[in-house]
């Protein structure tokens, strides 16, 4: 979810900071306000590249940042991200900063460490979508289709993906270890050779996980025995063993206040104190002599600790940076081999196990195949009564099903070789028909900008009924292009029933969208001396009922319309517990 969001030096927006919160949020404000600036702001934060022209006039930087706050299912990918690069998690919230300088430097900092704008885009996804008239809709994807018909079977459908899934590895690993045997004979011959000499040359070694650092640091010590032998005898001869060593005179104070002790006992706590003091520098002496270099250390023991350290750096140059990286090659190794010895003498039970394998993938995908026609033509009816409340009641959206054909396949369905994969063998494609009498044809294709985003709205809630709780925040840039009316009052009532356990951050004109939100924000523009500012702030109650007005009556607001709009304020608020 979308905490806030700070804004500086963004086109006519010097400054600004918005906080959002969960559920339905709308902005508002007049045709050239700056709300379009505030979606840019949004589309910087995942991940767009930037133009130098943002920048405001006078200004030499814009700053883009936005605090994100993780929660459910989606935390544990952002977690898992962020630790693969190398950052730092913040107690649950991901602090996102974009920089674009005038020059076109262009900087990404992640909870203030700087990473590279790509890492940004893979993380955005996690973060927030947007969803508009100028964005590339994900619905006219092939791959995100099959991802939505796939979503819209549930847990059914997670079953069924992971028996696909698990089958189409199994068949995979072992046409790769045919196919390596089929192979030119004097190859496998070179590659067993090097596995063996491979495995030969770190068994010698024997290495064990962490033996590097450990001989690191024994050789540091051996190479530096003089200097720590002295530095602790000087530190022993100071402390303990020197004459008017520290210990001793602490010992002499202690023993000349015990006697004032006698008279004044306030001096007692001292005594204690020194006394304390005493046993401590007795066990700091013991420890010490314990780091002092033994007397009987084996001769040569720097030459064989170089010795050890060179034959494991380099294996480690060879086949990973660490002894636990080298031992699970080692690992890869031994595994390879056997294979490879072990397929040598048992070919043909290889290629049996091969043909049960793709056996049981087929029976795996046919059921992953006969689920989704099931699943598609539940979507399709669950789409058309959500799409006719969007003003498209006449528009049908079909879910199709094709096998795409693949010469040389060895997998074989109604007598064609087709393309199969760990998804299965389906290309899901959703057919658009807008009007009836029109041929239905791939919805990327048809459909307009305004189009598909009321389909993506429908198809949302057709798919799983509302925003699952830790998801990405959705953005959506006047999804109500178009339409009015009660088209309009279906698109808000639509998008606060989304919203019920995520967060959606709508751009709109329509009065009827804005009236059902949880907060409602509204972008100003101002001049003051010659110059142009743009604000963001969020409305009170009596402000909303002006702003709903402004929507409804245009310049002229008169209790007529002040009326009108408290009524569809109150008409639109939910139930509250």
Known sequence: ???????????????????????????????GAGKSIVVDSLSLLGGARAASDLVRAGAEQLAVTGVFRLQGPGAAAVAALLAGAGVEADGGEVVVRREIGREGRNRVFLNDQPVTLRLLAELAPQLLRIHGQREELGLA?????????????????????????????????????????????????????????????????????????????????????????????????????????AGDRVA??????????????????????????STGFAELARDLRACLPSSDEEPGRLDAVEERLAALERLLRRHGGTTGELLAARARIAEELAELEHDESHRDELEGDLSAALADYRHAA????????????????????ELGDLALERARLAVGLERRPRAGSPLELDGRAVEFGATGVDAVIFLFSPNPGEEPRPLGRIASGGELSRVFLALQLAARG??????????????????????AAAVGRKLQRLATSGQILAVTHLPQVACHADRHFKVEKRVEAGRTFAEVRELAPDERVEEVARMLGGAEITRRTRSAAAEMLEAARRPRA
């Open 1 to 31: 979810m979308l905490v806030d969001l700070h804004l500086r030096n963004l086109a006519v927006l010097a400054g600004a900071s918005v906080e959002f919160g969960p559920g339905l949020n709308v902005l508002t404000g007049e045709t």
């Open 141 to 245: 994807v092939p791959d995100l289709q099959r991802a939505w018909l796939d979503r819209s079977g549930g847990e059914e459908a997670a079953g069924l993906l992971a028996a696909v899934e698990r089958t189409h590895g199994l068949w995979s690993a072992l046409a790769t270890r045919l196919e390596r045997l089929r192979g030119d004979a004097r190859l496998r011959s070179e590659r067993l050779d090097l596995l063996r000499f491979q495995l030969a040359e770190i068994d010698r070694v024997r290495p064990h996980a962490g033996e590097e650092d450990e001989l690191r640091r024994e050789r540091d010590l051996l190479r530096h025995r003089e200097t720590i032998e002295r530095g602790l005898g000087e530190a022993l001869e100071l402390l303990v063993d020197g004459e008017g060593a």
């Open 252 to 277: 002499a104070a202690r023993e000349r206040l015990a006697d004032v002790a006698v008279w004044e006992p306030r001096v007692e706590e001292a005594c204690r104190q020194l006394a304390e003091l």
């Open 366 to 385: 046919l059921a992953l195949s006969a689920a989704r026609e099931r699943w598609g033509a539940g979507l399709s009816a669950r789409l058309a009564e």
């Open 466 to 487: 509302e925003t699952e709780s830790g998801g990405p925040a959705l953005v959506f840039d006047e999804v109500d292009a178009g339409i009015g009316g009660a088209a």
